[in-house]
């Protein structure tokens, strides 16, 4: 008799995309079946359900999977992936990422539009040229989106609107703003 592992496995090996852009991630098991919880970091979790082929991973080891199914819990995706059978195969998946190809986004609409991915790791430099620090990651609020702005230790919240966010220069890796440093 062999004994069946419980590690979810790719159901096609694939070579890893080197555009891959996270989109949220695995929290846990939903159900018995072999769904997992997704917490998307994206501004409708919904459409994460657009990508027929999820990338999940951690420390920079990605495995393809297809997605079967999903649909939209409150606050959560639940989604069923070829491959994972069981409750004990989706919990083991609790804590890696989700991503997609770049290229498999969608075209942005306008100069003025970017992606949360494209922010990540930009400089923050307010209009008398002196350094907030990096961006670290983004929320939304539902009146705005938020950076999070980190510098050394300290922890800048900035409204990601157009009076505080004048310029962002994805060329030069810098975003300007009006924003002392004391705010």
Not at 59 to 69: F, H, N, P
Request: without cysteine; glycine residues 10%.
């Amino acid at each position: 008799m062999t004994q069946k592992t419980s590690a979810p496995q790719a159901p096609v090996p694939a070579e890893v995309p080197s555009d891959l852009v996270e989109m949220g991630f695995v929290s846990g098991a939903f159900g018995i079946r072999g769904w997992i919880n997704v917490v998307a970091s994206t501004e409708y979790a919904d459409s994460l359900l657009d990508y027929s082929t999820w990338w999940l991973g951690v420390d920079g080891k990605w495995q393809a999977y297809t997605v079967l199914e999903g649909h939209v819990q409150p606050k959560k995706l639940a989604a069923q992936l070829e491959g994972v059978e069981g409750r004990d195969a989706a919990f083991a998946l609790k804590g890696m990422q989700v991503a997609v190809p770049r290229s498999a986004l969608p075209v942005l609409d306008s100069d003025n539009e970017f992606y949360w991915a494209d922010l990540i790791g930009l400089a923050v430099v307010n209009t008398q040229g002196e350094s907030l620090g990096v961006v670290d990651k983004l929320f939304e609020t539902g009146a705005n989106d938020v950076l999070v702005v980190m510098d050394g230790a300290t922890e800048r919240l900035l409204p990601f609107v157009g009076h505080v966010v004048l310029k962002v220069d994805l060329d030069a890796g810098s975003i300007t703003v009006d924003w002392g440093l004391d705010y």
